[in-house]
């Protein structure tokens, strides 16, 4: 069928045609098979006639024998011996007796050969009988099986072109939609125009916002130094008591060894009690950092702004404005001329120390930025936000220079070297990971902990990494191989899932993290054994680190304190 509308057949019409071709095979194999038995019931009929004639002229032959022995026997008493002639005569029976019966005899294994024969043709016969029936009941299968491949072809065919008007009518459909598409394409090109008038628009906008933000934080500055100036002419003024920090809503005077302390490096020591107490005056505070000279210390928390603190008096310097959402960590360059900041508002933001105003603002995240860092010469700005992207900045420019995506959201990272091409990041899946900063590859990682790895902490040389994990465990890690060094832990330390940050002594002989429950635990880090705990606050610790100087320690809780330990 397929073949008579000029097609090549398909492969069940060609399956079909082969059973038929086997069908014929079998048919003439079957009509060779009764022709040979027609020919051998012939024969059979022939060899048949045959012993009917041979068994006549045997009935004849033992017929003429009796009469031959009946004559023997009559012209032997007869005669008497008969003479000579006689005596041939009796010979020649007796030899043609014996030829008769070896003819009979033959003619008996003749017959009994051609009965043996006939037994064997029926055998056959009826296997073939047999044979027969098979192969006409199979025939009458495939002949039933051919109707319903003819059934099945006449329905296929019917669906076939019942799907040919429908992929007319599916042509005709996709015509429409491309011309719609077509349509929506020079719409989404207006569109496109018009987004961009718009955001050109935006930009100029915001240009103007920051602009006026920016005078409006000079004004800011303009008057807190006013007002700086307003506060030493006063303390020039009064009576000498010592510089005063915040303890509750009560002043006290710091003790007369924490000031003037050098920034010089030495033996650090174990901090044992608190000597001082700084409010932060915000709700909480998230992050603390310390200027490499030890005199100048920032805070940044849930404010908007981030207070700038004398790191020997406890006085405050400057309120750093800018930022229009929390702040959730802040760094000091090594130079102790810039604050960095990172802020909910999807930015991080430069201010100059010596006149506390805002410079840079670093935007191109779409999440929350959570950690910001300078290399050694603050030439360039590290940044990490919950967008799962650490962007590498320009300093002087404010441009992103790099992106490197994370594989999991991080709570912290750290450089290893003064450039800042290699960095250390904490994650919530229990690794650590270190990147390439120039090519944005990852070089290693590492699962050290049972739960997220909360910070981390790279030593001076950049060789050994602090990591501090919620499973309560703090390790230093070879920062090559991230092999594991040292682990310490405590009996009730448990770091805040938020903000918990571990850091190393200025000599590195220590290791120092706070708990959730307000507790202060320093660790031996050559041994890994516990030198001391303090129970000192009475919130969550978030934050703590050592003067630079390595002989006092300041420690933030949650709750906008910032302890001074010594």
């Known amino acids: 069928m397929a073949q008579g509308r000029g097609t090549a057949p398909t492969g069940w ?19 060779k098979v009764i022709q040979s038995y027609s020919r051998l019931a012939g024969k059979v009929g022939e060899f048949a006639s045959h012993s009917r004639d041979a068994e006549a002229r045997s009935r004849e032959m033992q017929g003429e024998h009796e009469r ?26 007796q030899q043609r007796i014996a030829d008769l019966e070896r003819e009979i005899e033959a003619l008996k294994e003749e017959r009994t050969l051609l009965y ?13 009988s047999d044979k027969s029936r098979d192969t006409d009941e199979r025939l009458r299968q495939q002949e039933l099986e051919i109707m319903d491949a003819h059934e099945a072809l006449r329905r296929t065919n019917s669906k076939v072109d019942d799907l040919r008007a429908l992929l007319k009518e599916k042509d005709g459909t996709v015509q429409i939609l491309q011309d719609e598409m077509s349509a929506l394409q020079l719409e989404i090109v207006q569109i496109e125009d018009r987004c961009r008038r718009l955001q050109t628009e935006n930009d100029d ?3 103007r916002w920051m602009q006026k933000m920016n005078d409006e934080a000079e004004k800011v500055n303009e008057v807190t130094e006013e007002l700086e100036l307003i506060k030493r002419k006063s303390a020039a003024l009064s009576p000498r008591m010592g510089p005063a920090v915040f303890e509750d809503d009560q002043f006290f005077a710091a003790p007369a060894a924490l000031t003037g302390v050098s920034a010089v490096h030495g033996a650090s020591l174990a901090p044992r009690s608190a000597v001082g107490k700084i409010d932060a005056r915000m709700e909480e505070v998230h992050s603390i950092a310390i200027s490499g000279s030890g005199d100048v210390l920032a805070v940044g928390g849930q404010s908007t702004t981030v207070k700038v603190f004398d790191a020997e008096t406890g006085e405050g310097v400057f309120s750093l404005t800018g930022c229009l959402k929390a702040v959730n960590h802040v760094e000091i360059s090594t130079d102790n001329t810039m604050l960095l900041a990172a802020s909910s508002d999807h930015t991080a933001r430069i201010w100059k120390l010596d006149t506390g105003r805002h410079w840079k603002s670093l935007t191109g995240h779409i999440g929350s930025v959570m950690v910001a860092k300078f290399n050694h010469d603050a030439s360039r700005v590290f940044t990490y936000s919950q967008d799962r992207t650490i962007k590498v900045w320009d300093t002087q420019r404010g441009l992103c220079i790099k992106t490197l995506f994370t594989v999991s959201s991080c709570h912290d990272f750290t450089l290893l070297d003064s450039s800042g091409s290699r960095l250390v990041t904490a994650h919530v899946d229990n690794a650590v990971r270190v990147w390439d900063t120039v090519t944005g590859k990852r070089l290693r990682e590492a699962t050290l902990h049972k739960e997220q790895v909360m910070s981390v902490w790279a030593s001076r040389a950049g060789t050994r990494v602090l990591t501090n994990s919620y499973d309560g465990t703090l390790k230093l890690v070879d920062a090559d191989t991230l092999e594991v060094v040292t682990v310490m832990s405590a009996p009730g330390y448990r770091p805040s899932r938020n903000w918990a940050r571990a850091s190393l002594s200025p000599d590195e002989r220590y290791a120092m993290a706070g708990s959730i429950d307000g507790r202060l635990f320093v660790w031996d880090i050559s041994s890994g054994d516990l030198v001391r705990t303090l129970d000192i606050h009475k919130s969550a610790v978030c934050d703590a680190l050592w003067h630079p100087t390595g002989l006092r320690v300041y420690s933030a809780e949650k709750s906008r304190y910032i302890l001074i330990l010594h």
């Open 68 to 93: 031959l022995l009946e004559n023997y026997e009559r012209n032997g008493f007869v005669g008497g011996g008969g003479g000579g002639n006689g005596g041939r005569g009796m010979s020649l029976a």
């Open 13 to 31: 019409e060609a399956r079909i045609m082969a059973q038929l071709e086997q069908r014929e095979l079998r048919v003439a194999t079957v009509a």
């Open 205 to 207: 906008l915001v240009k």
């Open 116 to 128: 043996r024969t006939q037994g064997t043709n029926a055998q056959r016969l009826l296997d073939l």
